[in-house]
């Protein structure tokens, strides 16, 4: 290959992964900014676990992706080392060695890149940016209730006016089949007709089963069980499982906690969602708006997935996928005004001094200020240019004198 054919080849990434810049960037750390801001306020302290871990922290028995789905190599020991796939594991890792003896509420926030391979045919990135918080060492449904309020008010915060969070229950679905007596090959079968709403697969397969008439209507109809709080009150009167009895109760008080927070109508209730991390325990929810056929926000409780690294611990997380949101912000065409308005000084090194003196003053009130020595071929008009590509504001023009004159840039 020539060698100026090659060095054009590194122009491009990978397949998966893209360049994100200029007024884009802008954008997303914007609303990531507004986002961690609310977890903040609600009381989530920072954390940043490590881009790579040893694969045996996302191994299939933690219940993140597949082995097949991570970006795997090798370090000079020979250890499998993995590109994180999902945060959520590394975070249980740190609360079991660094908060082994604390067993009150542990609140951790969080932002970072997560990688999984991707096949072309998918047409998804392989590398997402999550805005995450995990809420430890409480079990109640106050904790449910919060946490599905803060990815309301993250929500509203970013911009978006439309969308729905939708709630299910990990414990409703494993309640119904285990009073069905559903074998596990039955029960995977199952899920895959559900995921895929073919409920003539799935009438086909319970008419079958000899099963109480009310949980076989039941499980019928889950892909439909979808809406208000009736939906909760229909489905309580069709099962008499303590397990799936025990989550449509808790369903019930969550609701009625968001009615507190006075956010119950951003909600639903989808009794038919299934997870495809097998570490949920109990609630589970997903946000959508229009603009993305995926979910923006995705959470749920994960009572013993702590356990598995060395601490008995409850916990409910949830994460923001940026990348999502971003696409139904500007699917939406809402605003996110991330222009800077900067202060271009431009001044002849005569006046250098002077003119550092004026980007201190300025960066001391919180004002952007850059500095551009003129070059004396290049007219003013020139630098006017410049500053309208580059969101600048304003030039700051200190002439040979000494004097300084302002001109405003039109956006």
Do not use: W
């Amino acid at each position: 290959m020539p060698e100026k054919r090659y060095q054009k080849s590194l122009l491009f990434t990978p397949e998966g992964v893209r360049d994100i810049y200029g007024e884009d960037c802008e954008k997303r750390y914007k609303i990531q900014n507004a986002i961690h801001t609310i977890m903040k306020l609600y009381g989530f302290k920072d954390i940043q676990t490590p881009t790579f871990e040893f694969f045996d922290i996302f191994s299939h028995e933690k219940g993140t992706v597949t082995s097949r789905e991570m970006i795997k190599f090798f370090d000079q020991y020979n250890n499998t080392l993995v590109l994180r796939p999902d945060i959520t594991p590394s975070i249980a890792r740190c609360v079991a060695k660094y908060y082994d003896r604390e067993d009150m509420q542990i609140r951790l926030c969080y932002t970072g890149n997560t990688f999984v391979h991707r096949s072309s045919y998918q047409g998804k990135l392989s590398e997402v940016t999550q805005i995450g918080a995990e809420l430890m060492n409480d079990d109640s449904s106050d904790a449910d209730g919060e946490m599905i309020a803060m990815t309301i008010e993250g929500l509203l915060k970013s911009g978006l006016k439309e969308f729905k969070v939708d709630i299910g229950h990990a414990a409703l679905f494993r309640g119904l089949v285990e009073e069905a007596q559903l074998t596990e090959e039955e029960i995977q079968q199952l899920k895959t007709y559900l995921e895929n709403k073919n409920i003539f697969a799935v009438e086909d397969m319970l008419e079958k089963k000899e099963i109480p008439s009310d949980c076989k209507e039941l499980l019928t109809q889950l892909p439909d069980l979808f809406g208000g709080i009736e939906t909760i009150n229909y489905a309580k009167e069709k099962t008499s499982h303590t397990g799936a009895a025990e989550a449509l109760s808790r369903l019930e008080k969550i609701y009625h906690i968001l009615e507190t927070y006075g956010l119950s109508d951003h909600i639903t209730f989808d009794l038919g969602m299934l997870s495809h991390y097998d570490y949920y325990t109990g609630v589970i929810f997903k946000a959508y708006t229009y603009g993305t056929g995926d979910a923006i926000v995705t959470g749920g409780r994960y009572d013993n997935l702590v356990e598995q690294f060395g601490k008995q611990t409850p916990a409910i997380g949830l994460v923001f996928v940026l990348d999502q949101l971003m696409e139904a912000l500007d699917s939406q065409q809402v605003k996110i005004d991330a222009r800077e308005g900067d202060v271009l000084i431009l001044y002849r090194s005569a006046n250098r001094k002077p003119a550092i003196e004026l980007a201190s003053e300025l960066r001391s009130q919180n004002k952007s200020a850059r500095l551009m020595r003129k070059n004396a071929e290049t007219s003013l008009e020139e630098y006017k240019e410049f500053g309208r590509r580059n969101e600048v504001e304003s030039i700051l023009y200190i002439d040979d004198t000494g004097e300084v004159t302002e001109f405003g840039l039109a956006k």
